[in-house]
């Protein structure tokens, strides 16, 4: 069975930096696609980041493209996203998912919710002006 756990969420000033971190279990492909979402109050979720496991092809949503990096540790199976140059719109519930079905995405599928069939419980953070 497929776990994801996010944590390193917290409060942080703009300006400011934090490195979430998503430990995935149970997943058997070595070439699967995993992605970084966050959801604000009374907004949709949106995709932030994406990266296929096993090319490492990295998408990026033009918000966050050179403020944010993605990357994932094969040795300890965890995703990551280093988010630099925080603001108060970053603020949200940030969520890992996996995709373990499909065999390659656009760049556009890749950040978008509605192929990933794995999710994490969400890490909170809030950036503060």
């Known amino acids: 069975q497929v776990h994801l756990v996010e944590s390193g969420g917290g409060s942080v000033q703009a300006g400011g930096s934090l490195k979430l971190s998503c430990v995935v279990s149970?997943?058997?492909?070595?070439?699967?696609?995993m992605g970084w979402f966050r959801q604000a109050p009374g907004k949709e979720r949106e995709g932030v980041a994406a990266?296929?496991?096993?090319?490492?092809?990295?998408y990026y949503a033009d918000s966050v493209k050179g403020r944010f990096t993605i990357s994932h540790d094969n040795a300890d199976n965890t995703l990551y996203l280093q988010m630099n140059s925080l603001k108060p719109d970053d603020s949200a519930m940030f969520y890992c998912?996996?995709?373990?079905?499909?065999?390659?995405?656009?760049?556009?599928?890749?950040?978008?919710?509605?192929?990933?069939?794995?999710w994490g419980q969400g890490t909170q953070v809030t950036v503060s002006a």
């Open positions: 998912a996996a995709d373990t079905l499909s065999p390659i995405l656009t760049a556009v599928q890749a950040l978008g919710d509605g192929v990933y069939d794995y």
């Open positions: 149970g997943v058997s492909s070595s070439r699967f696609y």
């Open positions: 990266l296929l496991i096993g090319d490492d092809s990295t």
